[in-house]
């Protein structure tokens, strides 16, 4: 399957099937980043009943804590 990854085309496996299994075998902890999926910022409840599909676009934000 062919996906848009921060603006990388990205192959990824065909047995993944939701937006969940996606992050994770991009190597993300879900509490970690912020999705948006073919335009739209989807919460992490939505991830296992969101499917992909060849072509679909994400941009995946890291949160980084920190301060003085």
Known sequence: ???TVNGEARQ???ALTNLDQV???LGHHPRLVVVEFN???????RWRSQLVQDGDSLEI????????
């Open 23 to 25: 992050i994770d075998a």
């Open 39 to 45: 335009g739209l910022i989807l919460t992490p409840e």
């Open 1 to 3: 399957m062919k996906l």
């Open 12 to 14: 990824l496996d065909d």
């Open 61 to 68: 934000v890291t949160i980084v804590g920190g301060g003085s």
